[in-house]
């Protein structure tokens, strides 16, 4: 009798761990379910499956460590293995509206720039390099935890940013001229002779 008591007592320790340090990072794992997903519902389901998996898992889960980063993980395993079961994929056209709704550009940009202007340039970026640039310019992700997402070599997911951000950049400075914003890329460009980007 007094195990059943123990276990119990066991069970909710591990039940309020878990809700203090998996659930305060739902909203970033929709985020990226939404990347993943493209659709509401679909993304929705994700976090659930995640949250599931993590519960199951979470006393192997080491106190302190950081806990939006293994969620993250469980969440690509998850969605990869979902992936392999299905056999018809659909790709939805408009995926970056949808991360638009969840996601909040953080970095500074000029006043003049709207949120479509950004999404238009983002378009733009290879889905690939697109991948790489949200989870460390927006989510936060060191480049050791991208790999780990992404099963790939950190020298891919650095090559992926540094390519994806020159793209984003590229984009963005078009945008910048239509709105009259000086840029140093404009800038160096007139000190090299006026060429035309």
């Not at 995640?50 to 006393?59: C, G, P, R």
């Not at 889960?61 to 998850?78: D, F, Q, R, S, V």
């Not at 989510?139 to 540094?162: C, N």
Request: hydrophobic share 40%; aromatic share 8%; glycine share 4%.
């Amino acid at each position: 009798m007094f195990k059943l008591v123990k276990g119990k007592s066991d069970k909710e320790r591990l039940w309020q761990d878990f809700e203090q340090e998996a659930m305060p990072h739902a909203a970033d794992l929709f985020r990226v379910a939404m990347f993943l997903k493209r659709e509401r519902d679909a993304a929705e389901d994700l976090v659930q499956e995640t949250m599931m998996q993590a519960l199951k898992s979470f006393h192997r889960y080491e106190k302190g460590t950081n806990c939006k980063a293994w969620l993250t993980t469980i969440m690509y395993h998850t969605h990869y293995k979902q992936l392999r079961k299905q056999t018809n994929l659909r790709l939805v056209a408009d995926t970056e509206e949808r991360i638009a709704e969840t996601v909040q550009f953080e970095a500074p940009i000029p006043q003049q720039l709207t949120d479509e202007d950004v999404l238009q340039a983002l378009k733009k970026v290879p889905e690939t390099f697109r991948e790489v640039v949200l989870l460390c310019d927006v989510e936060g992700f060191a480049y050791k935890e991208i790999a780990s997402f992404l099963d790939v070599p950190i020298g891919t997911v650095m090559s992926r940013l540094h390519r994806g951000r020159k793209v984003l950049r590229g984009e963005l400075t078009v945008y910048a001229r239509n709105y009259g914003i000086e840029t140093n890329q404009l800038k160096e460009v007139r000190k090299e002779g006026g060429k035309s980007l």
